[in-house]
């Protein structure tokens, strides 16, 4: 000791750096995170939600109002409310009994966070478009490596089907379905792998010294480990399954042994990874399901005997019964509502909605920022599919997990992809719960997610290709940037009218009236089947405002000299004491639906719809009784709820009983080099640059604006002034000549100059010289939009196919187009000195029918 030192010093070495700040500095020495990459690579695509706007998606006004009711729901002490009271202009809706519920629970705990319901919403479809593309990156990586990982999510954020979704559909549900799908199949991979992270493209490998090859490998089998490097190495490639070892893989010596672990862990993650995408969308998950199937089948064939066929089943079969309060009751219980009658509308009609291979395969069309209402085409992805073909054709410089990967992703797309043609329909007829999908362009989810992974695998196969790390570096950055510039037209939403961030629960009452979505969903398809003739309107004011079920009791149906006094005023539950010198029938402003429950001095008396709308009856007999009525769960809802308990509990005493066990994770894939990750920095900050700077401010041959008077492409100006600020700008009329029996195609551009207080219907006739309607095409709404809607700063693109009679004469007639009030059949004044303005039409041309 130094005769200058003080007592009890401290030694002179330096201070040890605090446990995080070392892992810290340990990961920067290995280069750039992958994830921050693609957090990167993919804010373009977020850029355009972080306007203060809401995209003008056809379901994003439901999701926004579903939110608000749930919320309000919440704040009544219903945590999960299968009936809601207040929709349906306060006849209440069992929208959670039918509808997944796990995307607005989503946005409800933003909310809870500070935000309100509109920048809730925005936030949540953010978090699933970048949560889509870290779960893609997660699971790529795994399969393909970590270069593969990343090109696979991006190709996945800009995927024209995933962007579809979000901003022209707005279905955060769906969006939501897209980050579930990489995470159920990187757990069930686990599952297989018996809970390892395996990477299957490391660069190191482990040489097993065991009386039997690493396929035949038991739970309880101990072997040796022969490493090719030194202890201490940073080893890339495991075992097929974590060891249980007291030191970690890096540390693992020439005779180290260890016992493979049971897949504990992995099978409850795959069992809550699958049951969260249950509970996200009914849709997705019956569409996901097939090519799990598909997947671990694959992984079959690779592992042959050392197939974990027993976990697999528990996973699944656990996530089933996680999830069966939901989907139990759903399934049991639609028998009770319209759903078989809004089937059978021709919108909802899939026979109606298959697409062509043309529109499957076909390129990105470009935009007009302009149009209101454009033609925008359901695609797979051109760029993803050529990758895809790059992975077919490249399978051979691949093996093992990886090719059969490739296979079983290139069976999907094919066989779901063929779905969505009109040549599937006989498979459409005879496949059980498929016709409930609508549309079968809905089968682009699981589609999409495929091929994202086939181009995570043909990057797979450059990197066996080419020896030299500079080839598959520059593919990852010029697949990026065609991944984004394919995306462009799909990166410029048309927004909704500014609105309140804070809707209350009158909002939701008037989107539902404006809208015709009864209950906050497409058409009211969960409207009770006994409700044949549903209300329009509140019975009172403030029935849709949070008015509990106790003040619901319709007057009109009560006797003279009945009193009724209320002891319990919940939203679904409601208790009162009543008095009548007769029997009489109480009868309640709620319609009818199966868990409805009555007590009279507590027992039960059964409950009955009564009249067309189908609300609660039931009779209460003479003298002074007190009446319950509250909503409960059914037998079937009980044995589901059951189901989920024992599940929950189950898969908490899986994570329970691994808890304490010493394991140690497999060390991550290597991460990019620094001068790798830079220059793919720099790329991000780039096409965000691109985007904001250029393509955002001038027009381009992928996007281009609206100059309030000329439509690009558009083949006949008019500029004919109508009645409450409406211009006809122009027409389409490619052939004027046509035979009966042929159908005469006619497109008309709008616009207003100010904002419509009528929804106007527009109207395209085939007139003789008298003005005589010899054929006619009308639209309900001009180009599906109703005008009540129409901005002062875009178009109406208004197509109209009117059908020639087979019996019409040959002869030179007349097309007359214009609008009118729908109610009284008054047409709009044509202001224009134009033919035919003294019968409030415009005659736009000429049309010969020939024989």
């Known amino acids: 000791m130094s005769l200058f030192a003080k007592p009890n010093s401290r030694s002179s070495a330096p201070p040890t750096r605090p446990r995080w700040r070392a892992s810290f500095y340990r990961g920067m020495k290995r280069g750039v995170p992958g994830w921050v990459l693609v957090l990167l690579l993919a804010l373009p695509a977020i850029h355009p939600s972080l306007r203060p706007e809401l995209p003008r998606g056809g379901d994003t006004g439901l999701h926004l109002y579903r939110l608000v009711e749930l919320d309000h729901c919440l704040r009544q002490g219903l945590l999960f409310p299968r009936w809601m009271p207040d929709l349906a202009y306060g006849y209440g809706y069992p929208l959670f009994n039918f509808y997944a519920p796990l995307s607005t629970y989503l946005t409800e705990a933003l909310h809870l966070l500070g935000l ?55 279905s955060l549900s769906d969006a939501l379905a897209f980050v579930w799908f990489p995470l159920v199949f990187w757990a069930f991979r686990r599952v297989v792998l018996g809970g390892g992270s395996a990477n299957s493209s490391g660069s190191r490998r482990i040489s097993e010294a065991s009386s039997k090859p690493p396929t035949e490998w038991g739970v309880n089998d101990s072997f040796t480990l022969q490493c090719s490097t030194h202890a201490g190495a940073a080893v890339t490639a495991p075992p097929p399954a974590v060891g249980v070892s007291s030191k970690p893989p890096t540390e693992w010596g020439v005779n180290d042994s260890f016992t493979p672990q049971r897949p504990t862990r992995a099978i409850a993650l795959g069992a809550v990874t699958y049951a969260a995408l249950v509970l996200t969308h009914n849709v997705s998950s019956l569409a996901a399901t097939p090519v799990l199937l598909l997947y671990l089948a694959a992984l079959g064939m690779w592992r042959r005997r050392a197939f974990p066929w027993r976990a697999v089943l528990a996973a699944l079969l656990l996530g089933l019964a996680l999830s069966a309060f939901f989907w139990l009751p759903a399934l049991a219980e639609k028998q009770f509502t319209r759903i078989e009658l809004f089937m059978a509308a021709p919108d909802y009609d899939y026979r109606l909605n298959f697409l062509t291979p043309g529109e499957l395969l076909g390129p990105p069309l470009p935009v007009d920022t302009g149009c209101m209402n454009p033609d925008i085409p ?24 990886q090719r059969w990967s490739v296979i079983a992703f290139t069976l999907a797309v094919m066989g779901l992809g063929f779905m ?118 509140p019975a009172f004011p403030g029935m849709d405002e949070g008015a509990p079920l106790a003040a619901k009791v319709d007057p009109a149906w009560l006797p003279s000299g009945v009193t009724i006094t209320s002891l319990l005023e919940q939203p679904t539950a409601a208790r009162w004491r009543v008095s009548a010198a007769k029997d009489w029938s109480l009868t309640v402003l709620t319609f009818y639906f199966p868990g409805w429950q009555a007590t009279i001095d507590g027992q039960p008396v059964p409950v009955e719809a009564t009249g067309p709308q189908g609300l609660i009856r039931f009779t209460v007999p003479a003298g002074e009784h007190v009446v319950m009525l509250r909503f409960t769960e059914t037998p079937v809802r009980l044995l589901g709820d059951g189901l989920s308990a024992i599940a929950l509990a189950a898969v908490l005493a899986l994570g329970v009983a691994t808890w304490r066990r010493t394991v140690h994770p497999w060390p991550a894939p290597a991460r990019l080099r620094w001068r790798e990750g830079v220059i793919l920095t720099l790329l991000g900050g780039a096409l965000l640059l691109v985007k904001v700077v250029y393509l955002d401010r001038y027009d381009t041959p992928f996007k281009w604006g609206f100059d309030g008077q000329r439509v690009r492409g558009m083949q006949h100006s008019a500029m004919v002034e109508l009645g409450a600020g409406v211009t006809l700008l122009g027409y389409d009329l490619p052939r004027t000549v046509v035979r009966p029996g042929e159908t005469l195609p006619v497109t008309l551009y709008w616009k207003t100059a100010q904002p419509l207080r009528m929804d106007y219907s527009a109207f395209a006739h085939v007139v003789a010289p008298d003005f005589y309607v010899l054929a006619q095409q009308d639209n309900l709404h001009p180009g599906s939009y109703p005008t009540t809607r129409w901005g002062t700063d875009e178009y109406n693109r208004d197509v109209h196919p009117i059908p020639i009679p087979v019996d019409m004469p040959p002869g030179t007639y007349q097309l007359a187009v214009g609008m009118y009030n729908p109610f009284t059949g008054e047409r709009l004044p044509v202001l224009s000195d134009v033919p035919g303005a003294e019968v409030g039409a415009v005659l736009i041309g000429p049309v010969q029918v020939i024989p």
């Open 378 to 401: 359901i695609q797979m992805g051109l760029a993803q599919t050529v990758f895809g073909v790059l992975a077919i054709a490249l399978i051979g410089r691949l093996q093992g997990e």
């Open 420 to 537: 969505t043609l009109s040549p599937s329909e006989w498979l459409w007829a005879r496949l059980p719960l498929i016709r409930y999908f609508e549309f079968p362009w809905r089968l682009l989810s699981p589609v999409t997610f495929a091929l994202a992974l086939l181009v995570g695998g043909a990057l797979a196969a450059l990197e066996k290709t080419f020896a030299r790390q500079w080839v598959s570096s520059g593919v990852v950055g010029v697949a990026a940037v065609v991944f984004f510039v394919v995306s462009v037209p799909s990166l410029y939403p048309r927004y909704s009218p500014s609105q309140t961030s804070n809707p209350i629960l009158a909002d939701v009452t008037a989107f539902q009236q404006q809208s015709h979505a009864l209950g906050v969903t497409s058409a009211g398809e969960y409207v009770p089947r006994w409700a044949v003739d549903p209300p329009r309107k």
């Open 116 to 170: 309100a319901f509109v920048p809730a919403l925005r936030a949540g479809f953010i978090l699933c478009l970048l949560g889509s593309g870290l779960a893609m990156y997660l699971f790529g990586r795994e399969v393909f490596g970590e270069r593969a990982g990343l090109v696979a999510a991006v190709a996945y954020v800009y995927a024209p089907y995933l962007l579809y979704n979000h901003y022209v559909r707005g």
